[in-house]
């Protein structure tokens, strides 16, 4: 079926760095989403983007983090700086349509020390 | 998150049996997605519905909006069928939340 791939699978860095996580949607996809998951816990939603805004955060997206899918390349999540609460493993999800069914990539698991 | 209520957190099943997993949802949702995470740590999209019930195999599912659930029904349970479930739910437009998970476990 329609794959999310999410580059890379595991990337560890220093509290206080910058990270990006990067996300290849599935093609025809216009609608995407980040999810984060702390080990032991449950899939929390982050970030919703189309049309090149966010169309709704939750909470948990900090002003550190920003979101964009530069002219159809990767849709990308960065963290800038950050902090040992954002170890976790994060999840891109794309979509065709604001209520179709979503399509999740498997993760990059992200380590801050 | 709390919008979402999965049950049960854990299961255990022997091969061949079957049972039901649930969510019960605190506000009107418009659609539900079922998925199963692999041993690799994959979602794996089993079901998507805006109403009524869908069937694949040994897997069913059902959604009430009204009533605010759904549920997930395995049958004939498989060893190959073990991990952790997941609902996920969308009210109006909003992005899905997810359950907190079953964890399914099928022995011999």
């Known amino acids: 079926g329609p794959k999310v791939l999410q580059i890379p699978s595991h990337q560890i860095i220093d509290m206080g760095q910058m990270v990006t996580l990067n996300c290849d949607p599935v093609s025809n996809h216009l609608y995407f989403y980040w999810y984060k998951q702390i080990l032991g816990q449950q899939m929390e939603f982050l970030v919703n983007?189309?049309?090149?805004?966010?169309?709704?955060k939750s909470k948990l997206f900090k002003d550190q983090f920003s979101v964009e899918r530069p002219d159809g390349s990767y849709f990308t999540l960065k963290i800038q700086p950050t902090a040992l609460e954002d170890s976790a493993v994060y999840f891109c999800?794309?979509?065709?349509?604001?209520?179709?069914?979503?399509?999740f990539g498997h993760g990059t698991k992200l380590s801050v020390l | 998150g709390d919008q979402v209520e999965q049950s049960p957190s854990a299961l255990s099943l022997h091969e061949g049996t079957g049972s039901a997993l649930r969510c019960n949802f605190t506000?009107?949702?418009?659609?539900v997605q079922w998925f199963r995470k692999n041993s690799r740590g994959s979602l794996i999209n089993l079901f998507y519905?805006?109403?009524g019930t869908k069937e694949n195999g040994r897997l069913k599912s059902a959604f009430d909006s009204k009533e605010r659930y759904s549920t997930l029904h395995i049958r004939d349970a498989q060893l190959e069928d073990s991990g952790t479930y997941f609902c996920a739910a969308r009210n109006n437009n909003n992005a899905p939340r997810f359950g907190a998970g079953t964890k399914l476990s099928v022995k011999p």
């Open positions: 519905l805006a109403s």
């Open positions: 983007f189309y049309n090149g805004k966010v169309m709704e």
């Open positions: 999800a794309s979509s065709w349509g604001q209520n179709e069914r979503l399509f």
């Open positions: 506000t009107t949702m418009r659609a």
